[in-house]
């Protein structure tokens, strides 16, 4: 099973900026879409944003439209988020994953991928 590994979390205040990492153990992300999602405390994991596999289609949550940008680097095997003017509602544990199926598209359901990465921590203090 591939492992995905998220790196680029933080303690940033209100206004900040991040920027979130994704890679694979194995050279795969290529091939298929890629997601991340976001887990705050108390609540159920929720979609933030897609990439499709050549990067020629995204698709955001409505609350980060206009903020992050999801990107993708397959000569890197690397797929990231850039979170601007974050909120304290972005707070919680961000999440990438594989999409089991349709690479072409940027699924928004969980049940959709596979191969979770053990997550990051984001905090943003008001």
């Known amino acids: 099973q591939v492992q995905l590994v998220e790196s680029g979390g933080g303690l940033v205040q209100a206004g900040g900026s991040l920027r979130l990492s994704c890679t694979a153990s194995?050279?795969?992300?290529?091939?298929?879409?890629v997601g991340w999602f976001r887990q705050a405390p108390g609540k159920e994991r929720e979609f933030v944003a897609a990439?499709?596999?050549?990067?020629?289609?995204?698709y955001y949550q409505d609350s980060v439209k206009g903020r992050f940008t999801i990107s993708r680097d397959n000569a890197k095997n690397t797929v990231d988020l850039q979170m601007n003017s974050l909120k304290p509602e972005d707070t919680g544990v961000y999440y990438c994953?594989?999409?089991?199926?349709?690479?072409?598209?940027?699924?928004?359901?969980?049940?959709?991928?596979?191969?979770w990465g053990q997550g990051t921590q984001v905090t943003v203090s008001s």
């Open positions: 194995a050279r795969t992300l290529s091939n298929y879409a």
């Open positions: 994953a594989r999409a089991r199926t349709q690479p072409w598209g940027t699924p928004a359901a969980i049940y959709d991928y596979d191969n």
């Open positions: 990439i499709s596999w050549r990067g020629a289609s995204t």
